[in-house]
């Protein structure tokens, strides 16, 4: 069946620290892959995706490459900010007849401290 | 409106009561989706509804969950004879058909349900 495995959290950085969050997959056929945030009090809201190997998703400087060959969708940002602190949860779609029906992982838990 | 909203944000029951939570999709939007996300897991999957079709109920955990939807509008999902293992946050979402794999998701705030 379809999985995501995300990195664990909690993880905590300082202002300006450079942002890793590992995630690979597994499915059968050729999902696109998703990063979706959630800020404290809010729903999930879509960070980025992509639909195809080695497309680069990309938004609020968050960026993250479909990597076919290691079945990865690592999310990274060059300097966080307090603002980011949320938690992330990447999520595959594998299509067909699984339509809309997103397989996320566990999440990550962000804190960013000033 | 302008987002899927969900009521109640918080319900407390006791053990054996039944319950209803509710989700108002955005306007427009043929996909409705229900999920649960228990603490310190991933989200789970419970049920689909696209348009008219038969709903997608694969992810309905045991025959005390059932979801209705009337025609692209409200969703009410109902747990009966609640047990503590049902306390989790509820999530509803919905997305405008479109391309299968590549729709976005908008998600409501959801409803924290505790059972005790």
């Known amino acids: 069946g379809n999985s995501v495995t995300q990195m664990e959290g909690p993880v905590t950085l300082s202002e300006e620290a450079f942002l890793t969050i590992n995630c690979t997959y597994t499915?059968?056929?050729?999902?696109?892959l998703f990063w979706y945030v959630q800020y404290p009090g809010e729903g999930l809201q879509l960070l980025l995706k992509?639909?195809?190997?080695?497309d680069k998703g990309s938004n609020k400087g968050f960026e993250a490459t479909y990597r076919k060959e290691t079945t990865s969708f690592h999310l990274e940002k060059g300097s966080v900010q307090v603002s980011d602190s949320a938690v992330y949860f990447c999520?595959?779609?594998?299509?067909?007849?699984?339509?809309?029906?997103?397989?996320f992982g566990q999440g990550t838990i962000l804190t960013v401290h000033p | 409106g302008a987002g899927v909203s969900q009521s109640p944000s918080n319900k407390v029951t006791e053990k054996g009561k039944d319950v209803e939570l509710r989700c108002d999709p955005i306007?427009?939007?043929?996909?409705l989706y229900w999920y649960r996300q228990r603490l310190g897991q991933g989200l789970e999957f419970l049920i689909y509804?696209?348009?008219?079709?038969?709903?997608?109920k694969s992810g309905l955990p045991s025959d005390r969950f059932s979801a209705e939807r009337t025609g692209e509008s409200v969703s009410t999902l109902t747990i009966q004879r609640t047990q503590q293992e049902d306390s989790a946050v509820y999530l509803c979402?919905?997305?405008?058909?479109?391309?299968?794999?590549?729709?976005?998701?908008?998600f409501g705030e959801g409803s924290r349900l505790t059972v005790l």
């Open positions: 992509a639909t195809k190997a080695d």
């Open positions: 499915a059968t056929g050729y999902p696109s």
């Open positions: 979402a919905s997305s405008a058909q479109g391309s299968g794999s590549n729709r976005e998701l908008f």
């Open positions: 999520a595959l779609n594998a299509g067909g007849t699984s339509y809309g029906k997103l397989t």
């Open positions: 306007s427009g939007h043929t996909a």
């Open positions: 509804f696209q348009g008219n079709s038969a709903p997608d």
